[in-house]
């Protein structure tokens, strides 16, 4: 794919090798005052048509929910929404990313070293992405390795009104694939610009192979990464929306990206029966409450709950 590189204003304010050690450090000061709030899990995998799914249980949703009732007071009270990011709780604040962004602990994580990236200015959480958003991202990227995920609107999974952006560390699961569903990209149909589909998938996606974009400086690789993103909306019969920001998607949505790859999924709904799906579900990780939640998805199997809460037939976002 030939693309022209634009530059943006946005400039980068971490050096490369300081967004880790930022990590780090706030991670044991977050968790020595109390900030930080991991929620433990159990594990199994559920084999299904070629993917080993991985599924947590959840063993301790008690702060979590404790939370979501102070801010749904709060909401009550004020009578709009509360935005915890603004202002966000400073001892999970890791670092300023751009002009644009900032990074954030996930404060109630279920993995090690899950990251927020955040608009400094409020913007909605179902907004189209932008250049300046993958710019923060690949600032971050350049640190470690990992897995960024985009619930766009509630019934993709977003929790929080504010944009945000989602890291989580490479690999996702402890042996075999870093990602669960990478075992059925052997049956990627792709055209020219190595942009298609997963023939394994029962849902209505787009797919892109990226190219290695590593010797790229940030800004670069954030223009061509949105031109990827643009193509795959385009694909999905977005593009003309794509290019107003001034406008919302019509449809929620998912989007997955690593490195080597690029997938967005439509949504149709936020749940199957009473287990939530956001974009980590499409990647092979789904997460349960309690025994009950377990057994259904072994009854209708991952790769049916995914269908539903996606979209079966052709859509305009």
């Not at 005052?33 to 947590?56: D, M």
């Not at 009473?274 to 790769?303: C, D, H, W």
Request: charged share 20%; aromatic share 10%; with cysteine.
């Amino acid at each position: 794919m030939s693309v022209k590189i634009l530059t943006t204003p946005s400039r980068t304010l971490l050096s490369p090798g300081e967004i880790w050690v930022k990590v780090k450090e706030c991670t044991e000061f977050a968790l020595q005052c109390g900030a930080l709030q991991s929620i433990p899990t159990e594990y199994e995998f559920v084999e299904e048509n070629g993917i080993t799914f991985l599924v947590r249980t959840l063993s301790n949703l008690t702060r979590k929910e404790e939370a979501k009732q102070k801010l749904e007071k709060l909401t009550k009270i004020s009578g709009k929404d509360f935005n915890p990011f603004l202002p966000y709780e400073e001892d999970l604040f890791v670092g300023d990313i751009s002009d644009t962004h900032l990074c954030l602990l996930n404060k109630f994580n279920v993995v090690d070293n899950h990251l927020l990236i955040i608009t400094r200015a409020f913007e909605k959480q179902e907004s189209w992405l932008t250049v300046e958003d993958f710019h923060a991202m690949w600032c971050v990227w350049r640190d470690f390795d990992s897995l960024v995920f985009y619930n766009a609107g509630k019934d993709a999974g977003a929790s929080q009104r504010h944009k945000h952006l989602q890291l989580v560390p490479l690999p996702l699961v402890p042996s075999g694939v870093q990602i669960p569903i990478e075992s059925v990209f052997s049956t990627a149909l792709l055209n020219d610009d190595l942009v298609g589909k997963i023939a394994a998938f029962p849902f209505v996606h787009a797919f892109a192979q990226l190219e290695d974009l590593s010797s790229y400086s940030p800004l670069d690789a954030a223009q061509i990464t949105w031109e990827y993103y643009d193509i795959l909306l385009d694909s999905l019969g977005a593009r003309s929306r794509a290019e107003d920001r001034n406008t919302q998607p019509h449809q929620p949505y998912n989007l997955l990206l690593t490195k080597q790859w690029m997938l967005i999924i439509p949504r149709s709904q936020e749940k199957f029966a009473s287990i939530a799906v956001n974009s980590l579900g499409f990647a092979g990780t789904l997460l349960v409450r309690n025994e009950e939640e377990m057994q259904i998805l072994k009854q209708y199997k991952p790769l049916k709950i995914l269908q539903n809460v996606g979209l079966v037939n052709s859509l305009s976002l």
